[in-house]
């Protein structure tokens, strides 16, 4: 039988992955183990997940993996980091997890200009649970938490994180939004994110717009129309803050 | 006019974590602040449908510090609030826990044990009576009700907002994974028709009258300067802990006529032992049947005394964990020197075969 190429950094015993059919995740992490691929950085590559359906990969990859909390993998990876500058410590984590409970850590490894990678995918809800309120939730979106739509007089709007760490970061920062829609730009940003933590230029945030049939309960059509109409209409995809050169759209 | 949840009372066939919420209402609940974590997630997902239909609110905060500290924040405004969480998310509420008992604030709390340490499983265990009963840098000022039925979930959501409400200490109502989820039959009733009365709530902050005319500011602490002033503070809750105990302290004694053993336990596993403690006695075996209902204040001296009456020579606890009652057991009935066996099975389930084997070995 004819297999899909698999990036060499995967680690193939976990193959097929654990997450739904048509789920996103998969496809981020085929982007980030091509960028590891590329850059040559397997062996000194630690990557940390979050408690989330992130957590699914927590041996995804043939690298040094560790598995967080909740809301923690940015401590975790800032910890790795500060101890072991040579190595490049990759923090994978959903939108509830660094957009609301790990905010903070979000926030202030961001102005300390932490040397870490950080991707965080939006995938617009808390997956995990079972389809919860995100802070990206669209406004009007039904969720498991607004039955009855996200009512933005009660909730405020979906978190603009890159919008928002790129406004707080030093020169040197790479700041990006991805999608999972644009296979060959989200594998750019995904090597960009890396080289920027290898050369130690500053703080590296990919956030990715995702897909989620399984808690948006949509079929294939509706799953990518929601992706590429509605969230991208709200998420501008780009880079924000780029020490390659002028950002790109 | 908002209608009322629940008029006289009905049959019903749900999920554990639908029969908090429809608790909750029948309290009088307010306002929930919530933060999903499973087993708990369906408390918040039937809050959200039916609050609004009763003028009640819902916020999902950032994160369970949050929903703690929001929880704080509305019963010192005089709201009936209350949050549901489960491990990790009980960890993270033991800051604003702290807050709630040097501060007296009424503040309840349903707890779905999953398994630990860390995220642990997210489907049961009872871990977490140690962090429940005794979390936080302080001295353990807490009302914790362990429940075993369905039906109990019911009647003990009621009475913690009742209980948090007159004595002004967190009150929590201890569940597990199993019981949030599985269904079963109970009847939910309006609390009235039972005669409880429900206690209103009262704002600590945001009083009438004016300042300085009507009534002096309201300046709420929980930091001392001096050691003395702590001393003293912890010395007053410890008083009027103590005061209250013996009034909401509970327990279920059965079978403990001529025990030559008594098992304890609690929550879920009290149906197990139950059981298990019937069919030894069929068997002829002269087994006894002990189960707090509170961990905190615990039925010390319910427990001695069951000892007593019964002769018993031994006691045997059956737990989820690795030994968190035992060592709530040894704390309280220190002095009895009734040797103490134990069925240790942290994070799974316990049945009475389980229990009847256990007896069997240690008779
Ligand atoms: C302290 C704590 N609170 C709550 C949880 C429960 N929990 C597990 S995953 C999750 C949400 C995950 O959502 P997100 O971060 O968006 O990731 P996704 O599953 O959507 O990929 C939550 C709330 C937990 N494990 N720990
Ligand atoms: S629940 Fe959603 S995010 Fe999680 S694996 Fe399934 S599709 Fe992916
Ligand atoms: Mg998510």
């Known amino acids: 039988m004819i297999q899909p190429a698999m990036p060499k950094s995967w680690y193939a015993p976990t ?67 500060r101890s072991r500058p040579d190595l490049l410590c990759v923090g994978y984590m959903g939108d509830g997890g660094g957009y609301s409970i790990g905010s903070q850590h979000l926030l202030n490894s961001a102005i300390r200009d932490e040397k870490v990678t950080l991707i ?10 079972g389809g919860q309120l995100a802070p990206t939730t669209l406004p009007g979106q039904k969720t498991e938490t607004t039955p009855y739509g996200r009512d933005v007089t009660k909730t405020g709007y979906p978190t603009k994180g890159p919008e928002m760490l790129a406004a707080i970061t030093a020169d040197g920062a790479y700041i990006a939004r991805a999608t999972v829609a644009k296979y060959r730009q989200l594998r750019t940003f995904m090597k960009r994110a890396l080289q920027n933590q290898m050369e130690g230029n500053g703080f590296s945030f990919l956030e990715v717009l995702s897909t989620c049939p399984t808690n948006w309960r949509t079929n294939a059509a509706q799953t990518w129309d929601f992706l590429e109409d509605q969230m991208e209409a709200y998420f501008p995809v780009g880079e924000l803050k780029s020490p390659f050169g002028k950002g790109e759209k | 006019m908002v209608e009322k949840p629940i008029t006289g009372s009905r049959k019903a066939f749900m999920t554990g974590n639908e029969i908090v919420t429809w608790a909750a209402l029948a309290s009088g609940a307010d306002i929930m602040f919530g933060y999903p974590i499973t087993p708990q997630n369906e408390v918040m997902h039937y809050w959200t449908r039916l609050a609004p ?50 501060m007296r604030l009424p503040v309840v709390a349903v707890i779905q044990q999953r ?93 009438p009258g004016a300042i300085g005319e009507d009534r002096e500011p309201q300046h709420l602490c929980n930091i001392y300067s001096l050691e003395e002033e702590l001393y003293d503070a912890v010395l007053r809750l410890e008083k009027d802990y103590q005061a209250m105990a013996p009034l909401v302290v509970e327990w279920q004694e059965k079978n403990c006529d001529h025990a030559e053993l008594i098992v304890v336990s609690h929550g879920v596993v009290s149906r197990a032992a139950d059981d298990a403690v019937q069919a030894l006695r069929q068997e002829g075996v002269r087994a006894g049947f002990f189960r707090p209902v509170t961990l905190r204040p615990f039925p010390q001296q319910q427990l001695r005394e069951a000892l007593r009456r019964s002769g018993a020579g031994r006691l045997l606890v059956a737990e989820s964990s690795q030994g968190q009652l035992l060592r709530l057991l040894r704390q309280e009935l220190y002095g009895e020197r009734v040797p103490i066996d134990a069925l240790l099975m942290p994070g799974v389930g316990i049945v009475d075969e389980d229990i009847i084997a256990k007896v069997k070995s240690i008779l």
């Open chain 1, 15 to 81: 193959k097929p992955h654990k997450f739904c059919p048509g789920c996103g995740h998969g496809i981020a992490l085929k982007a980030l183990g091509e960028a590891i691929d590329e850059l040559n950085i397997q062996n000194r590559t630690v990557f940390g997940c979050d408690i989330g359906c992130s957590l699914l990969a927590w041996n995804f990859f043939a690298v040094d993996s560790t598995q967080t909390h909740h809301g923690r993998t940015t401590p975790v990876m800032v910890g790795i980091k």
């Open chain 1, 120 to 129: 965080l995918i939006n995938n617009t809800n808390y997956a995990m649970t």
């Open chain 2, 53 to 102: 239909r009763f003028g009640r609110e819902f916020l999902q905060t950032e994160d369970e510090i949050s929903a703690g500290f929001t929880v704080c924040g509305a019963v010192q405004a005089g709201r009936k609030a209350f949050t549901a969480t489960a491990g990790p998310g009980n960890v993270l509420m033991q800051e604003p826990f702290g807050m709630a008992e040097a």
């Open chain 2, 115 to 207: 398994g630990g340490p860390s995220s642990g499983t997210v489907v049961y265990s009872q871990q977490e009576v140690t962090l429940t009963a005794y979390g936080g840098n302080g001295e353990g000022h807490r009302i914790v009700y362990s429940v075993a039925t369905h039906q109990e979930i019911f009647d003990y959501v009621i009475k913690a907002f009742n209980t948090a409400w007159t004595y002004r200490f967190p009150t929590f109502v201890l569940g597990d994974g199993y019981q949030a989820k599985m269904r079963e039959p109970l009847e939910l009733y309006d609390p009235a028709e039972r005669g409880i009365q429900l206690v209103p709530p009262t704002p600590l902050v945001g009083l």
